[in-house]
């Protein structure tokens, strides 16, 4: 009989938590991970960042899973992007932003996609006056630079959808960071 192996998952909630709006208590969406039978369950900022480990083979199905319990749980619909531990921390190890001079006005994001895109766009892609950079996509991430000294409109999740939709979230790499050590 073949062994079960645990995987740890990372889990990105979009739209939870913010302006008051779509409010999902961190403390309760770890019970419904739980009775959807995760383990191990947590969670880092108040945003829809969850780890969690699992011996359940097919994360699109579980992404489904854990969706619709939310929306039942919640009341309304929360788009959610599960990643194994191991496909984050590749994508650490590529060190995407690398080439950035890194200041205080500087932000670099990770923006997730539910499925693998056709990407159209020239890279790197820069809004006008350069102050949102799509510096480079692996696989289904798309790695991004906000410079606020360039714009004072950090509004980068525009850009993005314009291109890719809505079926997106997207993270401070600091995040990412903190959440692959947890």
Not at 67 to 86: A, C, D, M, Q, V
Not at 96 to 120: C, V, W
Request: glycine share 8%; proline share 3%; hydrophobic share 40%.
């Amino acid at each position: 009989m073949k062994e079960i192996e645990t995987v740890t998952i990372l889990g990105f909630l979009r739209g939870i938590n913010v302006g008051g709006h779509h409010k999902v208590p961190m403390a309760e969406l770890r019970k419904v991970l739980i009775n959807v039978g995760c383990r191990n369950v947590r969670t880092l900022l108040n945003s829809g960042n969850i780890i969690f480990e699992t011996d359940r083979a097919g994360i699109v199905e579980l992404e489904s899973e854990i969706e619709t319990h939310l929306e039942h749980n919640f009341g309304f619909s929360i788009p959610l992007i599960l990643k194994t531990r191991n496909e984050i921390s590749e994508l650490l190890q590529t060190n995407p932003f690398g080439m950035i001079e890194l200041h205080a006005d500087i932000r670099l994001y990770i923006s997730f996609l539910k499925s693998i895109l056709q990407n159209t766009l020239s890279l790197p892609y820069s809004t006008d006056g350069n102050g949102f950079t799509i510096i480079s996509i692996h696989k289904n991430c798309i790695c991004s630079v906000l410079d606020l000294s360039k714009t004072k409109t950090p509004d980068g999740m525009k850009v993005l959808e314009k291109f890719y939709g809505k079926n997106i979230t997207t993270r401070n790499w600091n995040t990412l960071l903190k959440m692959v050590e947890m």
